[in-house]
């Protein structure tokens, strides 16, 4: 049956906090430079109080995707948890200007809506620590049968973390299977791998079509070296679609890998939602019927676009960037 | 005696929220391109509801010039109301992130802190809608002896609106003076001059040593084509430095014009703080004795970083910038 929306993801309802920072703070700080960490509230605080002058712009790993959807033309639903708060309503805000749907309840009571620090260094890499907040209290009720009114289930690997919205991602893709619809999952983080590999692992083998991954998350998942993984996750998904940054990315699909250059960048500026983008593009291009190999150039022409300036979603349309492009 | 600041500064306390708009759009809600208008919060969340996703960054005129003082490597001192709301805490937080010294005390009550809802248009211009919020709270008693530690007292025309702003700016000048500091007053915007012209002239004559004005501003003021009004700004105060957008800026002095070239930019992006960083590199010039030549190049050097890109405040460190100049 066809569906309302191309693409409904459910995720992590994050503002983010941008900052310049420079590797000696990150050292200060003990940060592991490109890595994303979990830290509570008073922790957030903290370390915000030595972070440089920011900007706060909607964040959300597949939140940033589902941006890049609605930015490509895409149809898009969202489902996340945010507070009654002002950042809460920032996200709001943000979501359902791009043009997505977004109906999830908001949490009355605290926690607060959460926030990802994100300290961007010279070279464009970004380190996150993030307050998950009211992001983390998603549970299966969040979820209605209208998750399965799109072509595209994405999942986003952070919520891996907390039970209840493990359960809820159980739920979504249950209800998505029965509608004959596809389940993407993005790994999100190398060590939300780690920590949940045996989960994940049968999550994949149970309910998974299409697999985003980066070359360190593969990697971890496989326990093993990139060539080495991205033949284990061959056998494993009908398409992986693996993220090197500047080398581009590798699709799995049918026994074959296809290699998928890198857009050419001006100057890097903030990686920040590269991978998110890169599904974004990809996702649009599956759902439109495209070969594989354009859906990963429809990929790398996303994350371009955003690793090109501060902030973690596009700031031109990309339906137009794409068609200028030949889309 | 040696001032322990380059620049204190007195102004709105804003948090700008950013959205990029269409022509069709200030059409639509019926705003003028490249205008500022104060709103209410009511009109505030009904222009909010509908403008295109955002990004919330600390603004506020004079708090944008005190950032690119800082961002010169000058030491800048801020004067100006927030709530203690979380707008207002990222507004704080921001400010002392840059280096500066700001310990106004924050309202605890209503209204939230101010926000400016900034259309950014294909052409770079910005069409504000400011809700002013806690920061039309300022009252002479935020004013406190130390204003008078800086070279230079700088003041922001918006805050001639509000009375008790106004006898706070009173207030400040005349402890400035005692100190024997030099006295800036940015003339804010043309609608600020249109409701004040006289209170305006009567408080230069009586109090300012540099005015700062854009082209539109200066013409208010005294009611004539640009010529006659930098005729009429020479005989009035000891230096006026007035900018003309991409026709760069002409600085009066001594009974002299000095033309000032505009920096070249790749593109203009958002026009948003132009003004505000042409002051900052102006007063790090003068604080720092040079020619006044010099000073409106440090001036178009500050305002070419803040129209490359999004938002009000430099993102590339100025005082880096000035150097490559030749600073």
């Known amino acids: 049956m066809a569906a309302l929306y191309d693409v409904a993801a459910i995720g992590n309802a994050i503002v983010d906090v941008l ?11 003990q940060l592991d430079k490109g890595s994303m960490r979990l830290i509570d509230e008073a922790r957030a605080n903290d370390l915000y109080s030595r972070m440089a002058s920011g900007v706060e712009a909607s964040g959300g790993s597949a939140a940033n995707t589902i941006a890049g959807v609605a930015s490509l033309g895409g149809r898009a639903r969202f489902v996340g948890k945010v507070a009654t708060d002002t ?3 920032v996200f709001t805000h943000d ?3 791009i043009g997505a749907h977004f109906d999830t309840q908001p949490l009355t009571a605290s926690p607060a809506t959460g926030r990802c620090l994100i300290n961007v260094t010279p070279d464009g890499e970004r380190t996150m620590c993030t307050f ?12 209605t049968p209208a998750i399965a009114d799109a072509e595209i289930l994405y999942l986003e690997g952070y919520l891996f ?42 999550f994949i083998d149970a309910e998974v079509d299409l697999l985003f991954a980066n070359e360190a998350e593969v990697c971890a998942l496989f326990q093993t070296d990139f060539e080495a993984a991205v033949a284990a996750a061959r056998g494993r998904v009908k398409i992986a679609a693996v993220t090197r940054g500047p080398r581009g990315s590798v699709v799995v699909a049918n026994g074959a890998n296809i290699k998928v250059a890198a857009e050419p960048v001006v100057r890097v500026v903030d990686t920040t939602g590269a991978g998110d983008q890169y599904a974004a593009g990809f996702m649009i291009g599956l759902a439109s019927g495209r070969p594989l190999q354009d859906c990963g150039r429809l990929g790398s022409i996303a994350a371009a676009e955003v690793i090109s300036h ?16 030949g889309f």
């Open 310 to 325: 501060f902030g973690p979603r596009p700031q031109t349309r990309l339906k137009d960037l794409a068609a200028a492009k």
């Open 19 to 29: 900052a310049s920072a420079d590797d000696a703070f990150l050292k200060a700080e």
């Open 87 to 89: 950042l809460g309503k």
């Open 132 to 143: 998950l907040g009211a992001a983390v209290r998603l549970t299966p009720s969040d979820v």
């Open 161 to 202: 973390d907390p039970e209840e919205a493990r359960a809820a991602f159980a739920k979504a893709a249950a209800t998505a299977r029965a509608a004959s619809r596809t389940i993407a999952l993005s790994l999100s983080d190398a060590f939300v791998v780690e920590r949940h590999r045996a989960a994940l692992l049968a």
């Open 95 to 97: 979501i359902r200007a």
